[in-house]
């Protein structure tokens, strides 16, 4: 059965990568938030270049808050973005 991961990109991930979104299809032991961007990251420069630095990035799956060790899962969104600040 394949698994589906709605992906949408915020803020200057979205810029850089061209793309608001994408749906991906999940390869067999993407377990996890860390696989996920190691599969993306294997799509090229740019995807290296965004995701490869997590301390600059924050995630939500199916719009609660995870880290690279969250398990993905049956989610069906997966959002990048970038450390909100408020003021």
Same mark, same amino acid.
């Given at each position: 059965?394949? @698994? ?8 200057? =991930?979205?810029? @850089?990568?061209?793309? *608001? /979104? !994408?749906?991906?299809?999940? *390869?067999? /032991? ?13 799509? %090229?420069?740019?995807?290296? !270049? =965004? ?6 990035? @924050? ?12 398990? =993905? %899962?049956?989610? @069906? !969104? ?10």
């Amino acid at each position: 059965m394949d @698994r589906s991961l709605n992906i949408l990109y915020f803020a200057w =991930v979205r810029e @850089r990568l061209g793309v *608001d /979104g !994408e749906l991906v299809i999940l *390869d067999e /032991g993407i377990n996890t938030i860390a696989d996920v961007l190691a599969m993306l990251s294997a799509r %090229g420069a740019a995807y290296t !270049e =965004v995701l490869s630095d997590v301390a600059k990035l @924050r995630f939500a799956l199916d719009q609660d808050y995870g880290t690279t060790t969250s398990t =993905v %899962g049956l989610a @069906r !969104e997966l959002a990048i973005f970038p450390p909100v600040t408020g003021g």
